[in-house]
């Protein structure tokens, strides 16, 4: 059994079987959770009948999801109708593949390394990452293009544009990482945050950090940035005419999303499996049980985002289509590129992982932002500023 | 196993990933199909647009700016892909301070791949205040 799983590709069977059920399990318990929160949040008691706490509530609502009948309207886009859901959850499915869970692991203690805790560890990593995140957004336009439904449509549309306009600050954020740590493997720049000398990525460049936090929520569609569903302006948004589980597949891959999403920006930014100075999480501790403590603390990093995604979606309105673009184009997308041109002029100068200089030239840029931002106020108010002023009759002012 | 010797190893486990995520979907979607009801009726296998009647379909024009959004994407994308691959290149130049072998074989400093990566920089960044001036990026 044991020669087996030192087998990477063994290893990688077994690892990506636990995992997928793993997923599925915390998806299913992320829906509990954001009633929960939101009901704490707002005051209330949440889901409490199913079970001890509403606890099995995501039972129930699967088995709901799956005795439901699913309707399929008479004028939609038949075998796009079900593929959309397909690409939805599946693409959701896969991003996790290349996330380093756990490092180097020896499994059977003779002090040889045996496998990486990790389904597949390519040398373009975060190519990948970004390939199949892009990828999530056929499931959106394929399944509002199939819904044959106007509003359904302008949704579809309005989150591609969504998503394509904060893709880009998205590459360029991580960019500003990809040129510190200098490769595309994502064990290599998690093992770039460990060690004399080096700072997890946030400590060096934490206005790339926002930047990337900030464009994650726009691709998973989540508040502020969810007007692919903005149920006051087009019913249910992309997904209009789905019911049943082909509705609950694009609910549990938008979780899904989320989750690789925690994960990839956990990895880039905060040391992904290492917590400084703690024994059982140093590059070279390779027992199991340091690789299960390891998968332990991802994972609780994981959790943190996914409650910090929660806590927003509670918080915050969502924003307005016109103030959507803007802050894509006009804003994050030129910070995003004065940062990559600063973080490439520090590796020129051998300064990459300097401290004061990364940060302090994130202040710089900051500051000039601000001023920018200070001098240049303009109001967003939505209205054109040719319009005629609006005269209100002096009967309706009473 | 031969597969796990070469270099294409891990995506042989990206293959395995992908076909497990396909068969839990494809699962869902067939077993939901087996045990669901499924009636028909005029008006439920009508378009729901809030109750109205509906007129005509979806298929029709829809703003242009949504293709100006596809078309800059498309853009800078690029942008990004050119970027990736050349940050690991620069940044092995950059820290051994030593002369990179191109592909086509010649030798290439720090500062030339500097050099060049700014070109393209330079015409981008201009076209990007291009674009910004003629309000492409005007929403509201």
Known sequence: MLDILKDQF????????????????????????ERKISAWMQDRVGPNRVGPLGLFQPLADGGKFLL?????????????????????????????????????????????????????????????????????????????????????????????????????????????????VGNLRLEEIVLAQIGEGNVWHVVLHPFAFVILLITLFAETNRTPFDLAEAEQELVGGYHTEYSALKFGMFFL????????????????????????????????????????????????????????????????????????????WKGLLPISMILAAYATTLVYLGKATNIPWALGGNAAILLIVLIYNGLLRTEITGRQANLPEVTIPAEARS | ????????????????????????????????????????????????????PVIGDARRRFNVRFYIVAMLFLLFDVEVVFLWPWAPVFHKAAATGEAITTAGGQPASAGFLLAAMGVFAVFLVVGFAYEWRRGMFQWD
């Not at chain 1, 995992?19 to 959770?33: K, T």
């Not at chain 1, 990593?125 to 509002?144: E, K």
């Open chain 1, 10 to 33: 063994w290893f990688s069977a077994i690892l990506t079987v636990i995992l997928a059920v793993v997923i599925l399990g915390v998806v299913a318990y992320c829906i509990y959770f």
């Open chain 1, 253 to 328: 891959g938008e979780y899904a999303h989320m989750i690789t999403g925690s994960g990839f920006i956990t990895v880039l930014f905060l040391g992904g499996w290492h917590l400084p100075g703690v024994p059982g999480l140093q590059p070279g501790d390779v027992s199991i049980w340091a690789m299960l403590f390891k998968m332990i603390v991802l994972g609780a990093k994981i959790v943190g985002f996914l409650f910090l995604f929660m806590w927003v979606r509670w918080t915050l309105p969502r924003f307005r289509f016109d103030q959507l673009m803007r802050l894509s």
């Open chain 2, 1 to 52: 196993m031969l597969i796990a010797e070469s270099s294409l190893a891990p995506y042989a486990s990206i293959v395995i990933v992908i076909a497990v995520a396909g068969v839990i979907a494809a699962s869902m979607l067939i077993l939901a199909h087996a045990v669901r009801p499924a009636l028909k009726g005029d008006v439920k296998d009508s378009t729901y647009e809030s109750g109205m």
């Open chain 1, 68 to 180: 439901k009948e699913d309707i399929i309207p008479a004028n939609v886009d038949k075998p796009l109708f079900v593929l959309a859901p397909f690409i939805a959850f599946g693409v959701a499915m896969i991003g996790f593949a290349v996330l380093p869970w756990g490092g180097v692991v020896d499994l059977d203690g003779d002090g040889v390394v045996d496998v990486t805790a990790q389904v597949a560890d390519p040398g373009i990593g975060l190519l990948y990452l970004l390939g199949i995140g892009s990828l999530g957004i056929y499931g959106v336009v394929l399944g509002g293009w199939a819904n044959n439904n106007k509003y359904a449509f302008f949704a579809a549309i309005r989150s591609t544009a969504q998503m394509l306009s904060y893709e880009i600050p998205m590459g360029l954020a991580i960019f500003v990482v990809v040129i510190t």
